[in-house]
């Protein structure tokens, strides 16, 4: 897979670092020329130049990647990086790093971002993770905030033991994609049986959240499940019509003045 990262600071060449690892081809595209020497990245290859200009972009043959990653400490720069990619050279994923809480809500398909990585929300999603047993967490948001991946821990009170995952109606839009049991990933069919301590991974719709927490929350019941559902733990997980419209995105004048926070 050819993966263009822009941005070399720390944040772009660990995740360089990490996907040469896994014998991924490599472009780093920077400013600043001094970032290649201070990498210690072996394999990847690199290009001195302003990724917010089409030019720089075109030098790197952005049309034969896979995958662009723009991981700058600027959101401004990330955004148009991530709606360049789409719009002029139709990458098929994009991923954008945000750097400031207050401007997550721009990263969407408006400005051509697939995934909006949001450090200090990850950040918060993992220790939510660690300590709400028996509530529904959101991981990650996915697909210009149509779907997110979340993760439950099944209390060893739950109403939820000793049902398979077919016994369960699970909301129409809600997928269990995984099962992680004594550290030990599952992958789950309608015969495995749900047993206290179960961290119950979804892709769902954000949408459906809500369904999910219901059916899940110690004081429901299998009754009071959703009426609508796949009757099993392989939904189609569509999502389509669930996030509304995408906000359009701002103007230059709204990015210089008010867009931006930071």
């Known amino acids: 897979m050819k993966v263009v990262i822009v941005g070399a600071g720390s944040v772009g060449s660990s995740i ?26 072996r394999g990847a290859h690199w290009l001195v130049g302003d990724a917010c200009e089409l030019s720089t972009l075109q030098d790197a043959k952005l049309e034969d990647a896979d995958v662009v990653v723009s991981a700058t400490g600027d959101d401004k720069v990330n955004l148009v990086v991530s709606l360049l990619a789409k719009t002029e050279f139709g990458i098929g994923r994009t991923v954008g790093r945000v750097n400031n809480p207050k401007n997550d809500w721009m990263f969407n398909d408006s400005w051509g971002v697939d995934v909006a990585v949001n450090t200090p929300q990850l950040m918060t999603a993992l220790v939510e993770e660690a300590v709400e047993i028996g509530d529904l967490v959101r991981l990650l948001t996915l697909q210009t905030g149509v779907s997110s991946i979340v993760e439950f821990t099944v209390p060893h009170d739950s109403h939820a033991i000793g049902l398979t995952v077919g016994d369960i109606d699970w909301p129409e839009d809600s997928t269990l994609v995984a099962i992680l049991r004594d550290q030990a990933p599952i992958t789950p069919s309608r015969d495995d049986v749900i047993d206290g301590g179960d961290e119950l991974f979804f892709v769902t719709t954000i949408a459906a959240e809500n369904q999910l927490r219901e059916l899940l929350s ?18 189609n997980g569509s999502g389509e019509g669930q ?15 008010d867009g931006f926070d930071g």
């Open 16 to 41: 360089a670092r990490e996907l040469l690892a896994h014998k991924h081809e490599i472009l780093l595209i920077d400013l600043k020329p001094e970032v290649i020497g201070r990498s210690g990245l």
């Open 218 to 235: 110690p004081g429901s019941s299998e009754g009071d499940a959703p009426s609508e559902g796949n009757g099993s733990g392989e939904g």
């Open 243 to 257: 996030g509304g419209a995408a906000a359009a995105p701002a103007t230059a004048d709204q990015l210089d003045d």
